[in-house]
């Protein structure tokens, strides 16, 4: 509707300045460079598994053909396949869950399937996987949680919501349609697909855990006693799909007590050290890596190749796709938005376009690098870029928007507040700028010290901050100029772009 095709775009007209329009250029790379880590990271684990390579190798290759594809493609070739690709993506993470979900309780919908009885059994699917967490140590897997894991969980949620309306890479995509209309009609089928994925995504995970479980000990399905000497699977006669997930080094076995057997366990639960040195466990030999369980998920459910094929087509479109729409925003924030609207407006059309294709060369070897040793999973990962998101672009959209009288100062203000506090506490537990070793939790009072609050959560707070600092720094100066408040009014009617041009 404003007619602008970025968010320093929109920022820096709405804000009258070129000043807010860097500022949002920084937090744009800040959150934009964040998410392609995830993206990378999860790139190599696809590539290291169905190549049977390294996951360094499958990150280099990865890095290539991300660069290949999001360089030569441009936009319109970017749109297009990312179309073709979530419908693969989408696919990909159904079709397994019903094949699972048939497999384990003989319902095919897996969200229903997450609370039906196990097949041949009286106990529903969580009730029992509750049962077998707890035997092996672990917390119950629907009710264990942290202190302050509410408030976590509320704030966690409110950054992943209101990170997504601040994501630059997704409000870009609904400038390739032609009508708002186009746009709005996009936008709810997006939702219900993502409605659809995301709901299926608990079913994923719990039966992910069930089969894992029950595969490295087979009393877990079964009455038998799961600390028997033979409860737990041999080394020797492991199934293809651990062998293979061993060469990517993201799964590993070590035989402590040297009995040939895999103990999987809990070995941090202090009240659990006295069954388990009874049964002669001495410690946990088996290490999952949190990124391997969906792509791992058929292949332990034992499903037919061509599903396990379809989920290794889902992982890289998921990855790859996300990957191009980010770099196409890189791209176009630094050639467009800070390079020709700012540093060197007499820029040329060519130089313009190779500014974009260094910035995209750049962004990935940033994010490969960062993905060899990356802060936390993937998904960990890809929620800190929602909260960056959340805590720096977000509030100074709805501002735009929604409040006429907001001023170039209390906006960028309020932008470097909130991605300010965020940075901060993300980087003092995961490290300055994500490089292992420079982290600062302790000057801070410890891990989660703010209220139980983990740094992929603090978005939300770092949302609220930067409403608070825009607000109060609003208070203090000069009101925007008549035409940008009659511009703001006009951007909120439900009419065409027509109602724009007229205003300005």
């Not at 744009?28 to 684990?45: E, F, H, K, P, R």
């Not at 009995?259 to 009240?271: E, F, L, P, S, V």
């Not at 059309?349 to 750049?362: P, Q, R, T, W, Y």
């Not at 537990?429 to 070793?437: A, C, P």
């Amino acid at each position: 509707k404003f007619g602008k095709f970025t968010v320093p775009q929109f920022i820096g007209d709405r804000f009258y300045s070129k000043s807010a329009s860097t500022v949002a250029v920084i937090c744009l790379l800040t959150a934009s460079l964040t998410y392609i880590i995830g993206q990378m990271t999860g790139v190599g684990v696809a590539f290291s598994r169905f190549l049977g390579v390294s996951n360094e190798t499958g990150i280099y290759l990865g890095m290539a053909i991300v660069f290949a594809y999001a360089v030569f493609g441009g936009m319109k070739g970017i749109t297009y396949t990312q179309v073709a690709q979530y419908c693969v993506l989408i696919a990909a993470y159904i079709v397994p869950a019903i094949f699972i979900s048939l497999n384990l309780t003989g319902n095919p919908i897996p969200q229903l399937g997450l609370g039906s009885n196990l097949t041949g059994q009286d106990v529903s699917l969580l009730q029992k996987l509750d049962e077998v967490v707890v035997q092996l140590g672990f917390g119950q897997y629907t009710t264990s949680v942290p202190a302050n894991s509410t408030l976590n969980m509320f704030v966690y949620t409110l950054s992943l919501m209101i990170g997504t309306a601040g994501l630059p890479h997704v409000i870009m995509r609904f400038f390739t349609v032609p009508k708002v209309k186009d746009a709005r009609t996009s936008a709810g089928w997006a939702l219900f697909f993502i409605a659809l994925l995301y709901t299926t995504a608990p079913a994923v995970a719990a039966m992910a855990k069930m089969n894992l479980i029950g595969t490295v000990n087979q009393g877990a399905f079964t009455s038998a006693d799961i600390y028997a000497a033979d409860s737990a699977l041999e080394y020797d006669k492991r199934p293809d799909w651990m062998k293979r997930w061993e060469v990517t080094g993201l799964l590993k076995f070590e035989d402590k007590n040297g009995d040939g057997r895999i103990q999987y366990y809990n070995d941090k639960n202090a009240g659990f050290a006295d069954k388990a040195e009874a049964a002669g466990w001495k410690g946990n030999e088996l290490t999952v890596n949190a990124d391997i369980i969906v792509l791992a998920n058929p292949e332990i459910a034992l499903l037919p190749n061509w599903v396990i094929a379809l989920v290794a087509a889902g992982g890289l479109a998921a990855a790859l796709s996300t990957a191009a729409g980010l770099l196409m925003a890189i791209s176009a924030a630094v050639s467009h938005d800070l390079i020709k609207n700012i540093i060197a407006p007499d820029i040329s059309d060519k130089n313009e376009l190779m500014a974009g294709k260094i910035s995209m060369a750049v962004a990935i070897v940033v994010a490969g690098y960062l993905g060899l040793n990356p802060p936390g999973f993937a998904a960990g990962t890809v929620a800190l870029a929602f909260g960056i998101a959340a805590s720096s672009l977000f509030p100074a959209i709805m501002m735009g928007i929604f409040s006429k009288k907001m001023n170039k100062e209390g906006a960028m203000a309020g932008m470097l507040a909130g991605l300010g506090i965020t940075l901060f506490y993300v980087f003092a537990h995961k490290g300055l700028f994500f490089i292992k070793g420079t982290d600062y939790v302790d000057m801070i009072g410890g891990p989660n010290s703010f209220f139980g609050i983990t740094p992929e959560a603090f978005g939300a707070v770092g949302a609220v901050i930067n409403f608070a600092v825009a607000f109060a720094v609003d208070k203090v100066t000069k009101e925007p100029p008549e035409h940008i408040q009659h511009m703001v009014e006009a951007v909120r009617i439900p009419r065409g772009s027509k109602a724009v041009d007229g205003a300005h």
